[in-house]
């Protein structure tokens, strides 16, 4: 489905591009306000979570007052729905479907035409639920991290993530995160730049030993989270 929709309080249907949802609307569907949805995507495009969206303008039809909001994707706006109220899961799917398949919908005028759109209807659903079987578990552990505090070891946050050691060793090695450097794991720098890890060096006070460990930063805890909980869900999917 190639439409956007690009509307400050609802949604305009153009040709070519990608359906997007507000964070206004979004506000709506799950009763908040939509300060709290605002910052609660915010704090996940900080965390790596979601793609990282400009900041849009409107002014308030009541007060005059210019206030920001956001243009999301749809699976981005199951994450952000997960993390706020995933009770509401369910309304944002029956949403996204009047947006996808509202817009210009055509009655089918034979019975090949109709068993067709019946069957689009299906996929589009199954395509919803895989996306969600992403997005929810990955939101959870997101809502889980943002509460980490602190550094903490590669053992703690496999603990944290209840992932077995080897096999998250292994997808840290696998993903580019760490690689092993005189037997020990140690983050590549960029993810050090990123202030994702931070190193700890010093020397041992009985034989001098110098040593080096690599602990997860808070940040890097929650960005790590949201990867290990969309590779958890991909493997349950296949």
């Known amino acids: 489905m190639n439409i956007v929709v690009n509307c400050p309080t609802h949604h305009a249907v153009m040709q070519g591009q990608q359906v997007t949802m507000s964070s206004r609307e979004i506000a709506k569907l799950v009763d908040s306000r939509h300060s709290n949805v605002c910052v609660a995507i915010e704090r996940l495009m900080n965390s790596g ?102 550094s903490m070891t590669f053992r703690q946050v496999a603990k944290l993530l209840n992932a077995k050691e080897p096999e998250f060793r292994l997808f840290l090695l696998d993903n580019h995160i760490m690689y092993r450097l005189n037997g020990t794991l140690t983050p590549y720098h960029q993810h050090i730049e990123a202030e994702r890890f931070e190193v700890k060096t010093g020397t041992t006070n009985a034989s001098n030993y110098a040593f080096s460990q690599a602990r997860f930063t808070a940040k890097g805890v929650r960005w790590v989270g949201g990867l290990w909980a969309e590779h958890i869900a991909k493997g349950l999917m296949a």
């Open 49 to 150: 979570v979601i793609g990282g969206y400009a900041a849009m303008q409107y002014t308030h039809p009541q007060n005059g007052q210019t206030y920001h909001y956001y243009e999301v994707i749809k699976r981005d706006s199951y994450v952000i729905v997960a993390q706020l109220c995933p009770e509401f899961t369910a309304r944002l799917v029956d949403r996204w479907q009047e947006l996808e398949n509202g817009q210009g919908l055509k009655l089918p005028q034979t019975l090949p035409e109709a068993l067709r759109m019946a069957a689009d209807l299906a996929e589009q659903k199954q395509r919803l639920s895989e996306e969600l079987a992403i997005a929810t578990p990955k939101a959870e552990f997101v809502d889980r991290y943002v509460m980490a505090t602190g």
